[in-house]
């Protein structure tokens, strides 16, 4: 008889980036004190944990571009909340503007 472990937060995040994007696209994935980060040629995904009402926890999800923070989304208190949002924000265009004061 074999007992089933419980899936953690990273190997989920790895699952669903992999059956998202597919083999050929190249991203890592680095674990910190601060949640998880997702790293692609085009844009970086943060997941950072919260602390929530009773003792739960909220994601928040950070779309980074060129070191810029271009939307946060969450906070998240459902996994597949959170899971859904994140497939959206990891396979969509990007788009920000860069504005100036003059």
Do not use: N
């Not at 950072?48 to 271009?70: K, M, Y």
């Not at 899971?83 to 969509?92: E, I, P, W």
């Amino acid at each position: 008889m074999t007992v089933d472990t419980p899936t953690t937060p990273k190997q989920r995040l790895t699952t669903l980036v992999r059956k998202t994007l597919g083999e050929d696209v190249d991203w890592t994935l680095t674990e910190s004190d601060d949640g998880f980060r997702i790293a692609l040629a085009d844009r970086m995904l943060d997941l950072e944990p919260r602390d929530g009402p009773a003792e739960s926890t909220h994601w928040i999800i950070t779309l980074r571009v060129d070191g810029e923070t271009v939307s946060k989304f969450g906070p998240y208190e459902s996994a597949e909340d959170l899971l859904d949002q994140f497939r959206t924000v990891l396979t969509s265009d990007v788009f920000y503007t860069v504005c100036c004061d003059g």
